[in-house]
Antibody, heavy 117, light 108 residues
Framework: EVQLVQSGAEVKKPGESLKISCQGSEDSLTTYWINWVRQMPGKGLEWMGAIYPGDSDTRYSPSFQGQVTISADKSITTAYLQWSSLKASDTAMYYC??????????WGQGTLVTVSS | EIVLTQSPGTLSLSPGERATLSCRASQSVTSSYLAWYQQKPGQAPRLLID???TRATGIPDRFSGSGSGTDFTLTISRLEPEDFAMYYCQVYGRSRLTFGGGTKVEIK
């Protein structure tokens, strides 16, 4: 069974850095795209970007380019989403999801990030 | 950039009724690139339909997808209590994914 397991909830202050993770089975993290999706409180889904851990090819939504960094370490079958300086507006649930061609067929459980002074 | 507009924003129906959800694209899309998701409160989204009309593994046959070009539809033939949720359409284009704003199906 395909499983994507995300790191736990985080509470941070504005200006702090953060890296959250998404660990999957070897097959999921080396032969599929891993996507990150943001869901702000009470809002819809926003695609942030994706990485192909096999060769680290990475793509970003224009809305998130330069705001976050997506990376992966295929040796430990883990993908990452990181911020260098968080803002209150980064408060959201973040999901990783496996890309099966043109859609997302398996999702992590989500990581809630709260940024508050 | 493709924009997806879902309507209605909220659909109030009773169990057993038929639900028809619309997803309109700002430009023509390849049917293979269109998917639908269900999200219940406190849960991650779940893939329902891919390629506009193919049910994902384990999805009941009361869910069906149709459409082409710029107009796509998700139909739930007879609503079960567990179907009351948010539904999102999603399209792939130019190496990126775009979601619609969602339709909430609520109990009337």
């Amino acid at each position: 069974e395909v499983q994507l397991v995300q790191s736990g909830a985080e509470v941070k202050k504005p200006g702090e850095s953060l890296k959250i993770s998404c660990q999957g089975s070897e097959d999921s993290l080396t032969t599929y795209w891993i996507n990150w999706v943001r869901q702000m409180p009470g809002k819809g889904l926003e695609w942030m970007g994706a990485i192909y851990p096999g060769d680290s090819d990475t793509r970003y939504s224009p809305s998130f380019q330069g705001q976050v960094t997506i990376s992966a370490d295929k040796s430990i079958t883990t993908a990452y989403l990181q911020w260098s300086s968080l803002k209150a507006s980064d408060t959201a649930m973040y999901y990783c999801a496996r890309g099966d061609g043109y859609n997302l067929d398996y999702w992590g459980q989500g990581t809630l990030v709260t940024v508050s002074s | 950039e493709i924009v997806l507009t879902q309507s209605p924003g909220t659909l109030s129906l009773s169990p057993g009724e038929r639900a028809t959800l619309s997803c309109r694209a700002s430009q023509s899309v390849t049917s293979s690139y269109l998917a639908w998701y269900q999200q219940k409160p406190g849960q991650a989204p779940r893939l329902l339909i891919d390629s506009a009309s193919t049910r994902a593994t384990g999805i009941p046959d009361r869910f069906s997808g149709s459409g082409s070009g710029t107009d796509f539809t998700l139909t739930i033939s007879r609503l079960e209590p567990e179907d009351f949720a948010m539904y999102y359409c999603q399209v792939y284009g130019r190496s990126r994914l775009t979601f619609g704003g969602g339709t909430k199906v609520e109990i009337k």
